[in-house]
């Protein structure tokens, strides 16, 4: 199974983060599934790759302090391919994604932590 997780620091009011993302995960080519208060699971439309190389997201967030508008973002890519090769399917729609996540006008990237398991 390959895995990608990353988490960032974001300065963003928790309301707008919906419907950033649900723009964000259209262009990785994925669909929100599943939504809770604080968290998005999507998963990657079917048809381009196999089905063990589809890719599922899924995006927790909480605000970092009470009183602040920063909230930190923790992702995890992952699908059930072998990670064989360095630059796999889900490799690159993670790195779509977090480029996306990190040059995102919407808001102010505080910062980032990308971890490739």
């Known amino acids: 199974m390959t895995r990608y997780t990353a988490i960032f620091t974001i300065a ?3 309301e707008n ?3 950033v993302f649900k723009h964000i995960l259209s262009n990785c080519g994925c669909e929100i599934i599943y939504t809770q208060e604080y968290y998005f699971m ?3 439309f079917p048809g381009k790759v196999s089905f063990s190389e589809l890719v599922i997201i899924e995006i927790s967030f909480e605000r970092v302090t009470n009183t602040s ?3 930190r973002l923790n992702i995890v ?3 059930e391919e072998l990670p064989l090769k360095l630059n796999n399917h889900c490799s690159q729609v993670f790195d779509l994604l977090t480029q996306l996540i990190a040059d995102n006008s919407h808001w102010k990237l505080v910062e980032s932590i990308i971890l490739r398991n």
């Open 42 to 44: 999507a998963r990657e």
């Open 77 to 79: 890519a992952r699908n």
């Open 12 to 14: 963003v009011t928790i």
């Open 17 to 19: 983060l919906q419907p």
């Open 69 to 71: 508008e920063n909230i």
